[in-house]
């Protein structure tokens, strides 16, 4: 394999050596603009200041020893998140990218940053000015966080760079712990090497075909996977201009993306699904008529399982604006494999497999036939470089033959070490070994099959639903859910099973739109039932309306499936008006 970096200059082992050589070749070149509004008001980032700035903020770690320790990274979207990720490879700190928490006992944020914390122990907590003049109050919600020693990286004399020595590290040391997203249970640190990074940069780079001429634009988290590779370090391997706006921006007002991709003239962007669906919903013809979106060729998509529907209604309603249904580019990945381990061709158009969803509630894949009833997947690609993808029998460890759904199993040089401090949870997930004594494999919980070599994913394991014998994706459900009544947030439901009587039972929670009265309960428990059972012949055994913001999700916006059941169980999901139980 060949990397884009090596193609300038030979001996590149980790992203010291990538952003050594950009600062000594491209000094002036910008690498980074963050527009602080969300729209026009910019700040930016050459190779050279991010150098310059990482070299002083690596000396003043350098100084209090805290090379080959561990550094809590709590700072919004922005550019001294990057300048000081950097400052810690630079100095051979094991950053940790986290949401910086609002000290308050009820951020959701703050039990999340307690559980990393607990895991890691960090020894330094690196943040913003304002943020560290916040810290005694958030000393009184989390006493603990006080055993770390705290620093603002902000403003920091240039001349300290002066000082810096290159730390002794190599492609197999530890860049950085990745926690994870948690939809399933608690966050876990997902170890990854400067070699993990480098392999991962360059799949990223040859399944999107980036060059120093491609432009992006991304508002995902940079504490997240795909915000820090794919919006911070893929970019500066490539070289190419990387815009950045915070998720706050977007959420706020989701036309800020496109304008974004359309000021910019950007080539690459993307998000999850939802990005998709919410741009869709939320944009209006006025604000469409000013968009241009001719010059985006790769809308990579992922994340989540991919609804068909959400690209489907973002290509009809963005058409007039340039995109093209083909710049779609749905790919698959996870954090314990860095980043991306499928990926379709850029040019290309999204695949698209129907298959019959009787047999597929039976783990099998029957190509549906015109007098069938179907269910069209969208497929996420194939693998990438040198990189393997098997799918297996989660339960006797044996190859699924291709017309069986089974759990995707990936190897290669960007699957992580394992989890920071966890040697059962790695062992079990990252040293997974075939009957034939094939292995090791990365076993990452999710639920798919291979179709002439593209890969279509179906769901993730622990999520599934079993009722009766069949099985049933809860994302599939929660879809049919959200669209059965005006009043229902899109993104915002939870499918998921209890155990009653020794029976399965499904139940919804679901959050409904401000507009929402309390007279309008009965009729949308009536549309829920109406559309689950037309869909899927499920009878609903109980309907959970939900306020507005209160459905868990994790920090990269996936449904906490989970924390939701348990929260139900526990009669702690803020329902408005009442739940209303079936027979």
Same mark, same amino acid.
């Given at each position: 394999?060949?990397?884009?970096?090596?193609?300038?200059?030979?001996?590149?082992?980790?992203?010291?050596?990538?952003?050594?050589?950009?600062?000594?070749?491209?000094?002036?070149?910008?690498? *980074? %603009?963050?527009?602080?509004?969300?729209?026009?008001?910019? $700040?930016? @980032?050459?190779? !050279?200041? #991010?150098?310059?700035? /990482?070299?002083?903020?690596?000396?003043?770690?350098?100084?209090?020893?805290?090379?080959?320790?561990?550094?809590?990274?709590?700072?919004?979207?922005?550019?001294?998140?990057?300048?000081?990720?950097?400052?810690?490879?630079?100095?051979?700190?094991?950053?940790?990218?986290?949401?910086?928490?609002?000290?308050?006992?009820?951020?959701?944020?703050?039990?999340?940053?307690?559980?990393?914390?607990?895991?890691?122990?960090?020894?330094?907590?690196?943040?913003?000015?304002?943020?560290?003049?916040?810290?005694?109050?958030?000393?009184?919600?989390?006493?603990?966080?006080?055993?770390?020693?705290?620093?603002?990286?902000?403003?920091?004399?240039?001349?300290?760079?002066?000082?810096?020595?290159?730390?002794?590290?190599?492609?197999?040391?530890?860049?950085?712990?990745? *926690? %994870?997203?948690?939809?399933?249970?608690?966050?876990?640190? $997902?170890? @990854?090497?400067? !070699?993990? #990074?480098?392999?991962? /940069?360059?799949?990223?780079?040859?399944?999107?075909?980036?060059?120093?001429?491609?432009?992006?634009?991304?508002?995902?988290?940079?504490?997240?996977?795909?915000?820090?590779?794919?919006?911070?370090?893929?970019?500066?391997?490539?070289?190419?201009?990387?815009?950045?706006?915070?998720?706050?921006?977007?959420?706020?007002?989701?036309?800020?993306?496109?304008?974004?991709?359309?000021?910019?003239?950007?080539?690459?962007?993307?998000?999850?699904?939802?990005?998709?669906?919410?741009?869709?919903?939320?944009?209006?013809?006025?604000?469409?008529?000013?968009?241009?979106?001719?010059?985006?060729?790769?809308?990579?998509?992922?994340?989540?399982?991919?609804?068909?529907?959400?690209?489907?209604?973002?290509?009809?309603?963005?058409?007039?604006?340039?995109?093209?249904?083909?710049?779609?580019?749905?790919?698959?990945?996870?954090?314990?494999?860095? @980043?991306?381990?499928?990926?379709?061709?850029?040019? /290309?158009?999204?695949?698209?497999?129907?298959?019959?969803?009787?047999?597929?509630?039976?783990?099998?894949?029957?190509?549906?036939?015109?007098?069938?009833?179907?269910?069209?997947?969208?497929?996420?690609?194939?693998?990438?470089?040198?990189?393997?993808?098997?799918?297996?029998?989660?339960?006797?460890?044996?190859?699924?033959?291709?017309?069986?759904?089974?759990?995707?199993?990936?190897?290669?040089?960007?699957?992580?070490?394992?989890?920071?401090?966890?040697?059962?949870?790695?062992?079990?997930?990252?040293?997974?070994?075939?009957?034939?004594?094939?292995?090791?494999?990365?076993?990452?919980?999710?639920?798919?099959?291979?179709?002439?070599?593209?890969?279509?994913?179906?769901?993730?394991?622990?999520?599934?639903?079993?009722?009766?014998?069949?099985?049933?994706?809860?994302?599939?459900?929660?879809?049919?859910?959200?669209?059965?009544?005006?009043?229902?947030?899109?993104?915002?439901?939870? /499918?998921?099973?209890?155990?009653?009587?020794?029976?399965?039972?499904?139940?919804?929670?679901?959050?409904?739109?401000?507009?929402?009265?309390?007279?309008?309960?009965?009729?949308?428990?009536?549309?829920?039932?109406?559309?689950?059972?037309?869909?899927?012949?499920?009878?609903?055994?109980?309907?959970?309306?939900?306020?507005?913001?209160?459905?868990?999700?994790?920090?990269?916006?996936?449904?906490?499936?989970?924390?939701?059941?348990?929260?139900?169980?526990?009669?702690?999901?803020?329902?408005?008006?009442?739940?209303?139980?079936?027979?």
């Amino acid at each position: 394999m060949t990397h884009h970096i090596q193609n300038l200059t030979s001996g590149v082992r980790t992203f010291i050596d990538v952003l050594s050589w950009r600062a000594r070749h491209q000094y002036e070149q910008t690498g *980074y %603009t963050f527009l602080l509004d969300g729209e026009r008001e910019e $700040v930016h @980032l050459t190779y !050279g200041d #991010l150098d310059l700035r /990482a070299r002083a903020i690596a000396a003043r770690l350098q100084r209090l020893g805290a090379t080959g320790k561990r550094a809590l990274l709590l700072f919004p979207a922005g550019l001294d998140y990057i300048t000081t990720f950097f400052g810690c490879i630079y100095a051979g700190v094991v950053a940790i990218p986290a949401y910086p928490p609002r000290p308050n006992r009820q951020d959701r944020t703050l039990t999340r940053l307690q559980t990393i914390v607990a895991n890691a122990r960090p020894q330094f907590a690196l943040t913003t000015t304002l943020l560290l003049s916040e810290v005694d109050a958030l000393f009184k919600y989390a006493p603990e966080f006080r055993r770390m020693c705290w620093l603002s990286t902000e403003d920091l004399p240039c001349e300290l760079a002066n000082e810096w020595q290159r730390p002794a590290v190599e492609s197999q040391n530890l860049a950085f712990l990745q *926690y %994870t997203s948690g939809s399933t249970n608690d966050p876990k640190g $997902v170890m @990854l090497s400067h !070699g993990n #990074l480098l392999h991962n /940069a360059a799949l990223i780079e040859q399944g999107m075909e980036h060059t120093a001429e491609s432009r992006g634009v991304m508002w995902l988290p940079p504490y997240h996977d795909m915000g820090l590779l794919g919006g911070v370090l893929q970019p500066l391997y490539a070289g190419r201009l990387m815009t950045l706006l915070s998720p706050a921006a977007f959420a706020q007002r989701p036309v800020r993306w496109l304008e974004a991709i359309s000021r910019t003239r950007a080539t690459n962007s993307g998000g999850p699904n939802f990005a998709y669906e919410l741009c869709a919903r939320k944009i209006t013809p006025e604000q469409r008529a000013n968009l241009d979106l001719s010059n985006w060729s790769v809308a990579f998509v992922g994340a989540e399982p991919i609804q068909l529907v959400s690209l489907q209604k973002f290509a009809e309603t963005f058409k007039s604006c340039g995109f093209r249904w083909e710049a779609f580019y749905p790919c698959y990945g996870l954090a314990e494999a860095t @980043l991306i381990v499928s990926g379709g061709l850029k040019a /290309a158009a999204p695949v698209l497999h129907t298959v019959t969803k009787a047999a597929l509630e039976l783990n099998t894949i029957m190509t549906a036939t015109a007098d069938e009833e179907g269910e069209t997947l969208v497929g996420c690609g194939r693998t990438l470089g040198d990189q393997s993808i098997n799918i297996v029998d989660p339960t006797t460890l044996i190859p699924c033959q291709s017309d069986k759904v089974g759990e995707i199993w990936v190897s290669g040089p960007s699957i992580a070490t394992g989890y920071w401090q966890q040697p059962e949870e790695t062992k079990a997930t990252f040293h997974a070994y075939l009957t034939t004594g094939e292995g090791p494999f990365l076993r990452t919980g999710d639920l798919g099959y291979l179709h002439n070599g593209e890969l279509f994913v179906t769901g993730r394991l622990k999520d599934l639903i079993i009722i009766r014998g069949r099985n049933v994706y809860p994302h599939d459900i929660e879809q049919a859910v959200e669209r059965s009544h005006v009043l229902l947030r899109a993104g915002c439901s939870a /499918a998921f099973s209890i155990t009653i009587a020794g029976e399965e039972r499904l139940i919804i929670a679901q959050e409904v739109e401000r507009a929402f009265q309390r007279s309008d309960a009965s009729a949308i428990v009536s549309a829920i039932r109406q559309a689950v059972w037309k869909e899927y012949a499920l009878q609903v055994h109980a309907v959970s309306l939900l306020r507005p913001g209160s459905i868990p999700k994790t920090s990269s916006g996936k449904t906490q499936r989970h924390l939701c059941r348990k929260k139900y169980l526990a009669g702690s999901l803020e329902t408005v008006g009442a739940s209303h139980v079936g027979i």
